[in-house]
């Protein structure tokens, strides 16, 4: 049972989640949602992390700008979930370490895991997107390279840089 707090937070984050991609609608493939969404599993756990993941994908998608299809919107949601889920593991596997004086080793862990899921959102919703519209698997893959290069450096630097900084805010705000 969810209590008044995860609630709050779920639905909080989520906005952000939403209000960001708005934001930086005009950067294709430039979104801070996943780093949201990360930083959230990280913070309050996996269930929360995928529960943000879910809500946000599941209201920015429904009025995406880039439009909706069926498929896809499903196929986002679900591995934008993956996000909150590895975050809430590390979390609980590093939750004592002190902040202070990890910056590099940390960023370079966040940075890694940021490669490695972005990575895994963009095939898998590569390969829906060629499902959907009926093209080779590869092709679809290949016409998403360029895009692909773009979010996962953009979210090597999110995750990189924003990591230690937003959790130090988080657990300063909640004591």
Sequence with gaps: MLDIKKISIITVFAAACVVTNYALAGIPNVSLMDFIVFISGFSFGPVVGASIGVLGWAVYGVINPYGFLLPIYLATMFVESIYGIVGGLIGKSIASTDLEGQHVKLGVLF?????????????ITNVV????FKIPIILGILFGVPFMFIHVFSNIAFFSLGSIPVLKAIRKMLG
């Design 111 to 123: 940075g890694l895991f940021a490669c490695i899921l972005t990575l895994i959102y963009d095939i």
């Design 129 to 132: 997107f060629a499902m959907t």
